[in-house]
């Protein structure tokens, strides 16, 4: 088992930045990569970011490349992801993810995790 938690969410104004964190415990050593995902009221869970746990590859949704950047600390067991730039419609609810199964079928994809966070509010005004 793997527990996740969000951390740094808020209410900014449009233009602002933010940086979450999300720390996990248990069995990290299994853990292969983490991911952020947001959704917005009334839509879908969309992929933001991951990072490969030990490699530190990462990878990105075309919508917030150049404004987010993914980083993890191996030895804290975080992982970070810094957004600037905010815009209202990257209002929605963040959530942290781990994949700790083999095999990689894409890192945007939800059902590569199998641990996820309670998530953490984010609120752009205009």
């Known amino acids: 088992q793997v527990q996740l938690v969000e951390s740094g969410g808020g209410l900014v104004q449009a233009g602002g930045s933010l940086r979450f964190s999300c720390v996990a415990s248990?069995?990290?050593?299994?853990?292969?990569?983490m991911g952020w995902f947001r959704q917005a009221p009334e839509k879908e869970r969309e992929f933001v970011a991951a990072i490969t746990w030990r490699g530190g590859n990462t990878y990105y949704s075309d919508s917030v490349k150049g404004r987010v950047t993914i980083s993890r600390d191996y030895g804290k067991n975080t992982v970070y992801l810094q957004m600037n730039s905010l815009k209202p419609e990257d209002t929605a609810v963040y959530y942290c993810a781990a994949d700790t199964r083999t095999g990689t079928r894409g890192f945007h994809l939800k059902s590569e995790y199998d641990y996820w966070g309670q998530g953490t509010q984010v609120t752009v005004s205009s």
């Open positions: 248990g069995r990290t050593f299994s853990i292969y990569a």
